[in-house]
């Protein structure tokens, strides 16, 4: 008997420290007094050079980046060890989970690389449980390795023809939505894929709640992030290149088992801790004028994150997974780079502001460090734009939420 009431209690008490590790990384977000602002680096996967690798990784940490977003690749071991090395040096790390050849059905094949867009997999392709070994493995080898993962964001872009093989090119462009999404053939795929997508996020949080309960690796839980769509977009710019995109508040309903023609949907937002968005402003959002900045900031962000509350509780983490003012937006200025940081840094310390302080934010990756001229701090020719490095060693101060 009292070796079953010891086995009781120590159970009780290895159960409330994974409640306590598991709400720490939330806590952590939530309560914090500013924004937690770094760089997305989704190509550190394919650097083949592990010095190069630990270079640009101590690079992000020295400009006062506060965390870094990383790509899982297929092979992950390269980027564990990345993600071993951000822990070493102090940098919290989103790890984006993409679709994989390793988890599609057999024979599955993705859509042909047309001139705008990739060749993808489409979600409807994904096998359950291929992924469910893959996710296996995935956390077998973190243990091993003890890493301390803030969070991890499955997918990216999935109401996006770029990003998701189920959606195909439309001539003219099309954003789709509730009304109109029965002229699209192929929205059978999609629907079917997002379905299946709510299955994904069930298992995955199954494995993260396995990986860490009773006291399992002695680390935070990892927060789970509903993958970031992207908005509807430039309409001219859809027409010109032929794209399909998903209106997000008919993405959302999809996801949260909202929609009569997805009746295999689960809500996502039952499993998820957090809602990642993409938000790249135009050339309407710059706006340095202090009596207007802030109404301008509010409107711009509230088109990304207003559809995530018809769905999900107002409490939920909102990342923003990418962001970024474009260079392009600012090649007329005299000093580009210049008034790209004024804007950017102006832009995010309206945060604090507006309806915006009540947002619950969790982290902002700057699109991206050093491997796009359009969108990088750094240019492709390893350039410092200095006034966008700078940018990161401000404190864009926020609301914490109680």
């Given at each position: 008997?009292?070796?079953?009431?010891?086995?009781?209690?120590?159970?009780?008490i290895?159960?409330?420290?994974?409640?306590?590790?598991?709400?720490?990384?939330?806590?952590?977000?939530?309560?914090?007094?500013?924004?937690?602002?770094?760089?997305?680096?989704?190509?550190?996967?394919?650097?083949n050079?592990?010095?190069?690798?630990?270079?640009i990784l101590?690079?992000i940490?020295?400009?006062?980046a506060?965390?870094?977003?990383?790509?899982?690749?297929?092979?992950?071991?390269?980027?564990?060890?990345?993600?071993?090395?951000?822990?070493s040096?102090?940098?919290?790390?989103?790890m984006?989970?993409?679709?994989?050849?390793?988890?599609m059905?057999?024979?599955?094949?993705?859509?042909?690389k047309?001139?705008?867009?990739w060749?993808?997999?489409?979600?409807?392709?994904?096998?359950?449980?291929?992924f469910?070994?893959?996710?296996?493995?995935?956390?077998?080898?973190?243990?091993?390795?003890?890493?301390?993962?803030?969070?991890i964001?499955?997918f990216?872009?999935?109401?996006?023809v770029?990003?998701?093989?189920?959606?195909?090119?439309?001539?003219g462009?099309a954003?789709?939505?509730?009304?109109n999404?029965?002229?699209f053939?192929?929205?059978e795929?999609?629907?079917?894929?997002?379905?299946?997508?709510?299955?994904?996020v069930?298992i995955?949080?199954?494995?993260i709640?396995?990986?860490?309960?009773?006291?399992?690796?002695?680390?935070?839980?990892?927060?789970?992030?509903?993958?970031?769509?992207?908005?509807g977009?430039?309409?001219?710019?859809?027409?010109?290149?032929?794209?399909s995109?998903?209106?997000?508040?008919?993405?959302?309903k999809?996801?949260?088992?909202?929609?009569?023609?997805?009746?295999?949907?689960?809500?996502?937002?039952?499993?998820?801790?957090?809602?990642?968005?993409?938000?790249?402003?135009?050339?309407?959002?710059?706006?340095?004028?202090?009596?207007?900045?802030?109404?301008?900031?509010?409107?711009?962000?509230?088109?990304?994150?207003?559809?995530?509350?018809e769905?999900?509780?107002?409490?939920?983490?909102?990342?923003?997974?990418?962001?970024?003012?474009?260079?392009?937006?600012?090649?007329?200025?005299?000093?580009?780079?210049?008034?790209?940081?004024?804007?950017?840094?102006?832009f995010?310390?309206?945060?604090?502001?507006t309806?915006?302080?009540?947002v619950?934010?969790?982290?902002i990756?700057?699109?991206?460090?050093?491997?796009?001229d359009?969108?990088?701090?750094?240019?492709?020719?390893?350039t410092i734009?200095?006034?966008?490095?700078?940018?990161?060693?401000?404190?864009?101060?926020?609301?914490?939420i109680k």
């Amino acid at each position: 008997m009292k070796k079953t009431i010891v086995c009781a209690a120590m159970s009780a008490i290895f159960f409330a420290a994974n409640i306590l590790a598991a709400k720490s990384n939330a806590e952590k977000l939530s309560n914090d007094a500013s924004l937690q602002f770094g760089f997305c680096r989704p190509n550190l996967m394919w650097v083949n050079d592990k010095k190069k690798c630990e270079e640009i990784l101590d690079g992000i940490k020295a400009s006062g980046a506060k965390c870094v977003q990383l790509t899982l690749r297929e092979n992950s071991a390269p980027t564990l060890q990345h993600i071993e090395y951000a822990n070493s040096i102090g940098l919290p790390v989103n790890m984006l989970i993409m679709p994989m050849q390793d988890f599609m059905l057999d024979g599955a094949k993705p859509r042909p690389k047309s001139k705008n867009f990739w060749s993808v997999y489409g979600v409807s392709q994904v096998d359950l449980k291929k992924f469910e070994k893959k996710l296996d493995e995935l956390f077998k080898d973190i243990a091993q390795r003890r890493l301390n993962i803030l969070s991890i964001e499955l997918f990216n872009e999935i109401n996006w023809v770029d990003f998701n093989g189920d959606l195909q090119t439309v001539e003219g462009g099309a954003i789709i939505n509730e009304n109109n999404y029965k002229d699209f053939p192929f929205m059978e795929k999609y629907i079917e894929g997002m379905e299946k997508y709510t299955q994904l996020v069930s298992i995955l949080r199954r494995k993260i709640d396995s990986a860490y309960t009773g006291g399992k690796n002695n680390l935070p839980k990892p927060l789970l992030v509903c993958g970031s769509p992207v908005l509807g977009g430039d309409s001219n710019w859809l027409n010109k290149v032929g794209g399909s995109v998903i209106d997000l508040s008919f993405h959302y309903k999809i996801l949260a088992g909202k929609f009569d023609g997805a009746p295999k949907a689960e809500n996502v937002f039952d499993k998820t801790d957090a809602v990642a968005a993409h938000i790249y402003p135009g050339m309407e959002s710059i706006d340095n004028n202090p009596q207007t900045c802030a109404a301008t900031a509010e409107k711009t962000v509230r088109a990304y994150i207003d559809p995530v509350y018809e769905f999900a509780p107002r409490d939920i983490l909102i990342f923003i997974t990418e962001f970024s003012f474009s260079s392009w937006l600012f090649r007329n200025e005299p000093d580009p780079q210049a008034a790209r940081a004024q804007t950017t840094k102006n832009f995010l310390m309206q945060f604090s502001k507006t309806s915006l302080k009540d947002v619950n934010w969790g982290c902002i990756f700057h699109y991206c460090y050093d491997d796009d001229d359009n969108w990088g701090a750094i240019a492709k020719d390893g350039t410092i734009r200095r006034p966008m490095l700078d940018i990161f060693k401000e404190t864009y101060p926020r609301e914490p939420i109680k």
